[in-house]
C-alpha cells in the first residue's frame, strides 16, 4: 500500500501535537501541585540563626544560640532539624517528620516530633516525643495529638531506676492564627501551645508566642519571635517558665 507524502506528513503533525499536549498536561498538574503545596511554607530548603535573650525565676537571665534548617524533602513530605544551647547550660535537640496530604483548600498534615533535652547544670536529661495531627491553610494552623517524655540523671546507673521519671501520656497541641496568607512578603502570627521545637509543657501549662518575619530580598528574611510562659511548674528540674524573645536571620536556597 502507497502512503502519499502528504499523508505521512498529516501522521507526524498529529503525533507532534499529541506528545505536546500532553508535555503540556503535565507540566501543569504539577505547576498545580506546586502551587497548592507552596502556599502554607516555603518549598525552598532554609538555614536560620538566632539569638535570644530570656528570664525565668528559676535561671534568671540568660541567652541561647539556635540553628534551625527546614527540608522540603518532596511536595508531600518535609522535615525540620532544630539545635539550641544556652548560657544557662540547657541545652535542646529536635527533628520533625511531617507527611502532607493535599486538600483542594489547605492541607492536613501528621507531625512526629523527636526532642533531646541536655539540662546540664543539673545533671539531668532526657527525651520527648510527640506524635499529632493536624491542618494548615493560608490563616490558620491547628494540631493535637500525644505526647510522652523520660527524665533522668545523667550518671544514672543501668541497674537502678528511682532516680529516673516516666510522663507516659500528655494532651498536645497547637494553634497558630496568621494576619496574612504565608506567600506575602511578611506576616504576624499569634500562637498557644504546650510544645515548642525545643520543650514540652504539660497541658495545662500552655505558652504563648507571637511571630513575625519579613523579607529581605529573593533569599534572606529577618525573623522575630516573642514567647510567654505565665505559669510555671517543676518538669523534674528547674522550670524553664518565664519570658523570651529572639531575633533571626534565614537564608532559603
Known sequence: MHISKKSSTFVWTFEYMRKRLLFTLIISIAALTAQANSVYRDTCYSVGLSGTYAYNETYGHYGAFTVDAYLPITYYFEGEVNIRMATA??????????????????????????????????ELHGICAGFSFGYRMDYVKVHIGYGTRTFATIQKSKHSSETSVHEPHNLIYYAEVFVRPHTSSWNLSFCATNMTDYQMERMFTPMFIVNSFVNIGPHWRLTLRGLCKPVGISNYAPSFYGAEGSIGIHYRF
Open 89 to 122: 547550660n540547657v541545652h535542646d535537640f529536635g527533628l520533625h517528620f511531617r507527611p502532607k496530604f493535599i486538600l483542594p483548600v489547605g492541607e492536613l498534615y501528621f507531625d512526629t516530633q523527636i526532642m533531646y533535652n541536655l539540662i546540664k547544670r543539673n
